[in-house]
């Protein structure tokens, strides 16, 4: 029991730290339970289950907080939904692609960190339908294989290509990850035999780390949103690297 409330207490600070941003936590809770000797049939159905209740009190939070841009999301999320429910349904071996997805959030990290500005805190247009749909296809099924919202892998496209404005990129992300951690479920919904006796402790707890984490994003100015999420993205990738 004192092992499970610990578990749950971490999983409260990482919904924090990525609700701040709107993201969801799943890599994390997912690294988490890696770190609880959590059975790994368990991780990925827990994680997306949080994630569907963290995404939507952020999604919620932020939209009715005007940071969101539905011209910009709505192609991703055309692209994104069906290919998550494929990578749903796909079991792969974790070293097959964990250590080049936390690559590439290390070294976007890196750059939001960076000193010099980048371009979507200024200007920023949306995404041509096309590229944004064909975009989305491939994120949803990196959110469906590595059992995540692909929230984590929208954000720093969005800001790196200067799509949207980094305070509407929270409440994108958000939606984004709803939607997907749900399309992804379904895919595997014989995963749900899986989900731990202890989802209602979890459960509580990310809900008050959202709680936290969006209140605090909320208030946050543009340069501390692009530093939180290069922190947010540098664990992420870091985690996955780290878990086989």
């Known amino acids: 029991m004192e092992t499970d409330f610990l578990l749950a207490g971490c999983m409260l600070l990482a919904a924090a730290l990525y609700s701040s941003v709107g993201h969801a936590g799943a890599s994390s809770y ?13 991780m990925r159905p827990t994680a997306l289950s949080l994630n569907i ?4 009190l952020t999604s919620y939070r932020y939209v009715r ?7 910009v999301l709505w192609p991703f999320l055309l ?9 749903g349904t796909v079991v792969l071996p974790p070293h097959l692609y964990r250590p080049l997805v936390g690559a590439v ?10 000193p010099r500005e980048l371009c979507a805190a200024h200007q920023t247009a949306a995404p041509p339908a096309l590229v944004a749909v064909g975009a989305g ?3 949803g099924l990196l959110a469906g294989l590595t059992g995540t919202g692909g929230g984590i892998f929208l954000s720093p496209l969005l800001i790196f290509l200067a799509w949207a404005a980094p305070r509407s990129v929270s409440g994108i992300s ?10 992804g479920l379904l895919g595997n919904l014989t995963s749900l035999r899986s989900l731990p006796t202890e989802l209602p402790l979890y459960a509580g707890a990310v809900l008050v780390g959202a709680l936290i984490g969006t209140s605090f994003g909320i208030r946050l100015a543009v340069p501390g949103i692009i530093k939180a999420l290069g922190v947010v993205l540098l664990i992420a990738g870091v985690k996955l690297i780290g878990i086989y």
Not at 79 to 87: I, K, L, N, R, S
Not at 105 to 114: D, H, K, P, Q, Y
């Open 105 to 114: 959030l290390v070294l976007s990290g890196i750059r939001m960190l960076w």
């Open 174 to 183: 958000a939606v984004f990850i709803l939607c997907n951690s749900t399309t």
């Open 65 to 71: 907080a005007g940071a969101f841009s539905w011209e």
């Open 30 to 42: 997912i690294a988490l339970m890696a770190l609880f000797s959590v059975a790994p049939a368990v």
């Open 137 to 139: 296809a491939g994120l």
């Open 53 to 56: 209740l963290v995404a939507g």
């Open 79 to 87: 692209g994104a939904m069906p290919m998550a429910f494929v990578g």
